[in-house]
């Protein structure tokens, strides 16, 4: 199973505590003692387990059009006016902690901006949650300026981002993590946009779910 970029001391620290206490438990000669050791072992091995399905990255069959960003279920859809993309839809897709958390380009695209705001750690299922920390890519591409926001939530204390400045990135691309749980947004010029090919509360998968389809 192929794992997320950054997971490798996150999993390690875990596995390394399990087998410490793991350790404790079969040298100490105390039934009392015992027990509580072998609780605290079955709690880091549940931990490690946790962080393996977590830090999951698998390999997927990019979809058409513009595809999703991250795993999850679509929470909103929205048309607004947007400062960097101007007249455009939004698509916000919500991250469950069992999702993959890994995030992908949605379209081809040059990486001309990266802003991080840090912020609060509200839930990222909540509308105040446009307070909380985020980093914002702001991305050129053959339909023009579209941007990504990652947004991190309640557990998720760190995006991890994988891409800089300049970058040229191809659809489907890994371009970062959002630790433990959190909210994509997703931001396309409504103009040249033909159809959006998901509703709220649809599940969708990064990379491999067409969100939305391009004009001819």
């Known amino acids: ?4 970029r950054g997971s490798a001391s996150w999993i390690l620290s875990s596995l390394f505590l399990e087998v410490f206490f793991l350790v404790l438990f079969v040298i100490c000669s105390d039934d009392k003692v015992r027990s509580a050791l072998f609780f605290i072992t079955c709690l880091w091995f549940c931990l490690t387990i946790l962080f393996f399905v977590f830090f999951r990255d698998p390999d997927r ?5 513009i595809v999703a960003c991250a795993d999850g ?3 909103e859809i929205t048309k607004l006016d947007d400062e960097f993309v101007g007249k455009c839809v939004m698509v916000s897709t919500f991250m469950n902690l069992y999702n993959v958390h890994v995030n992908r380009m949605p ?6 901006d990266i802003k ?10 909540k509308k105040e949650s446009e307070k909380n920390e985020r980093l914002v890519l702001v991305i050129d591409s053959e339909i023009g300026i579209v941007k990504i926001v990652q947004i991190a939530g309640t557990l998720a204390r760190r995006i991890v981002s994988y891409v800089k400045k300049g970058d040229k990135m191809k ?11 959190s909210r ?4 396309l010029p409504v103009d040249e946009i033909k159809k959006v090919n998901v509703k709220v509360g649809d599940f ?5 779910d067409t969100i939305a389809e391009v004009n001819d």
């Open 1 to 4: 199973m192929r794992l997320a």
């Open 61 to 65: 069959s990019i979809g058409s059009g």
């Open 73 to 75: 279920i679509i929470r």
């Open 184 to 187: 994509v947004d997703v931001y």
């Open 116 to 125: 991080h705001y840090s912020g609060l750690h509200l839930p990222a299922f």
């Open 204 to 208: 969708v998968k990064a990379g491999a």
């Open 171 to 181: 659809k489907g691309e890994r371009i970062g993590i959002i630790r433990l749980g």
């Open 107 to 112: 379209i081809d695209g040059r990486i001309v």
